[in-house]
């Protein structure tokens, strides 16, 4: 393989190409160190987002609600999240997904002017022991990892909590691979000094609070906890005798210093005063490195996997965007290894390597792959439309290949993959997903026409078959969509305030998230029983009206919410309903809502 590097030297937050563009001049060894560690952010901008969100077993995580800055949406039915002109920084943008039954996940990245690629692996809240306030015990995992607790615990107003409580432990060990999609933010932070440091961690922990009633604890103020981070046996020989402990800032996205560990056999044991992510960590003083993969005539590759390794600091992964760039934080005053891989199927060999640095400042590289013979560079392009020949502006699509799936915009109704593929596999193949009108193309196999292969035009008519979607508060408040598990049913009431036999019952919930479910109940006018409702009320004999249950937080204070039943079809054809107004929570706070039903009727 022949490989060549242009390398660039300049002073730059988040750099794609050293153009004429004005470029922010500090660095991360900037000795005027900003007293607000914010400010070594750069200045605000805004970019795109897309991601995926994936369990353990890299299953899709539906529901899942995904929050950047002020922006919030919610995956699909693939754990695919599209997030347009998001509110961030020239250096520095944060992630965070939440979906009941997982500990919040997030990322934090370098964001780059093309489409950002995120993945994060959600874990599963597993319980790994009980205990009573007012009780020392000790709580481990079967790997070792474990936490001391005093016993005294509040909640998350400050007010004192009394009764059981569960520990949900989970243990990130570095040399697993998963690690770098599990672990929040990403292995950057604040030390003691408010200076700027990346991190190579020995071990994570993180440990979550439950009370009986599922609400979020923490260590009780001026109580502690004593926790055990094991070190794998491969790490020990790099482990010092004392290393700095820092946590996981979830409101701000990066690691904090506070306190050190002590290494007691393969174990680093130190006492903290409330529970995060803690982090075992060695700093390092570090730039800001960009990359970006091409090939002889300056065509991207996108979806390219690329590590940096450190002989002091270990590696670092990323994968290209669709202009073949990837961003990150590597140490700064020493020679690197740069690696640029094939993808799985073809074996993950390295088809690229080189020497680079050593850097005292922010830079940016382009490798350039040379020719090989088994490597073959491949350009997939197609257009994206919908049953009306228009063009999908805010879609995606999804390109597999062998077991691997990229993810790529479509915001224009063309899109464009530039991709290596192996001489030994010509099949992938493709799915197009219009994420406004919640239609998809289906999957289809295709083989390659090297070099280029034209879908030509892919139409989007294969509907979600059903699905309950709705907003609170508008733009600034939470977008909710529920295509599973949906139960809808009209017949005969079992309730006691109507005899007309006209009840009606839709409820949902996706991937069985709490916080992600719906419930509608009412009792319609005889038929057609379509037309405009507003609040039934069950204290009134008779009455007709609909409701949307607790699972919301809609309280019968001012609730002025109308519901208009636009098609009321019989077994095994649509209900549709769409509804807006306002209405009280349960602590009195406004809001506003507006949905939209569309379900299948079932039997009762």
């Not at 070792?144 to 949900?168: F, M, P, Q, R």
């Not at 799915?431 to 999957?443: K, P, Y």
Request: glycine share 10%; with cysteine; hydrophobic share 30%.
């Amino acid at each position: 393989m022949r490989t060549k590097l242009f390398l660039t030297l300049c002073l730059i937050g988040t750099l794609l190409s050293c153009n004429e563009e004005k470029l922010p001049d500090d660095n991360l060894n900037n000795d005027d160190t900003p007293t607000n560690f914010h400010e070594n952010f750069g200045d605000e901008t805004t970019r795109t987002f897309i991601g995926n969100i994936i369990d353990i077993n890299s299953n899709p995580v539906e529901g899942a609600i995904i929050s950047i800055g002020s922006s919030q949406t919610q995956t699909d039915e693939n754990g695919v999240f599209i997030i347009n002109n998001a509110q961030v920084n020239d250096r520095f943008a944060f992630i965070k997904a939440y979906k009941n039954g997982y500990i919040h996940g997030s990322r934090s990245v370098v964001p780059t002017s093309g489409s950002n690629k995120i993945t994060i692996m959600l874990l599963e809240e597993t319980i790994s022991g009980s205990t009573s306030s007012g009780t020392q015990e000790t709580i481990s995992t079967s790997n070792g990892a474990s936490v001391s607790l005093e016993g005294e615990y509040i909640k998350e107003d400050g007010s004192t909590y009394s009764g059981n409580l569960d520990v949900i432990i989970h243990h990130l060990d570095p040399t697993d691979d998963n690690i770098l999609f599990q672990m929040p933010g990403m292995l950057y932070a604040e030390n003691e000094d408010n200076e700027e440091r990346m991190l190579q961690t020995l071990g994570m922990l993180a440990v979550e609070l439950r009370g009986s009633g599922g609400e979020d604890l923490n260590i009780a103020e001026g109580s502690s906890a004593e926790i055990k981070i094991p070190v794998d046996a491969s790490l020990l020989s790099i482990a010092p005798s004392t290393i700095p402990l820092w946590y996981f800032d979830e409101d701000n996205g990066y690691w904090i210093e506070e306190g050190e560990a002590t290494l007691v056999g393969n174990n680093y044991i130190g006492t903290v005063n409330h529970f995060s992510f803690w982090n075992c960590d060695i700093p390092a003083e570090a730039i800001n490195l960009c990359v970006t993969v091409i090939n002889e005539n300056e065509t991207p590759f996108a979806n390219t996997k690329v590590t940096i390794t450190s002989t002091t600091f270990g590696t670092r992964i990323g994968y290209t965007n669709e202009l073949g760039e990837v961003c990150g934080l590597v140490p700064s005053g020493e020679t690197l290894e740069i690696n640029v891989y094939d993808f799985e199927i073809c074996g993950s060999n390295v088809i690229s390597t080189a020497a680079i640095g050593p850097y005292a400042i922010d830079s940016a590289l382009a490798i350039i792959v040379g020719e090989n013979s088994d490597i073959i560079n491949e350009t997939v392009t197609g257009s994206f439309i919908n049953c009306d020949d228009n063009p999908i502006t805010n879609g995606y699509v999804v390109l597999t290949y062998g077991n691997q799936q990229f993810f790529d915009l479509v915001t224009d109704g063309v899109f464009e993959i530039n991709m290596l593929r192996c001489s030994s596999s010509d099949n992938f193949s493709i799915e197009a997903i219009d994420h406004d009108n919640l239609q998809t193309t289906g999957e289809i196999n295709y083989s390659f026409n090297t070099p280029e292969t034209n879908l030509g035009n892919l139409t989007s008519c294969d509907d979600i078959t059903e699905f309950i979607q709705y907003n609170i508060d508008g733009d600034s408040g939470d977008s909710v969509l529920i295509a599973s598990n949906i139960r809808a049913t009209f017949g005969e009431s079992d309730t006691t305030n109507s005899e007309t036999g006209n009840s009606l019952n839709i409820s949902g919930q996706g991937d069985a998230g709490a916080n992600n479910c719906f419930y509608l109940f009412g009792e319609l006018n005889d038929s057609p029983h379509t037309g405009t409702y507003d609040n039934l009320d069950w204290q009134t004999p008779n009455d007709t009206g609909i409701n949307i249950g607790e699972c919301i937080g809609i309280s019968q204070n001012n609730n002025n919410i109308i519901y208009n039943v636009t098609s009321l079809g019989e077994v095994g054809e649509y209900i549709d309903i769409n509804f807006s107004g306002s209405y009280e929570d349960y602590n009195g706070n406004p809001h506003t809502i507006n949905g939209v039903i569309h379900v299948l009727r079932d039997s009762e």
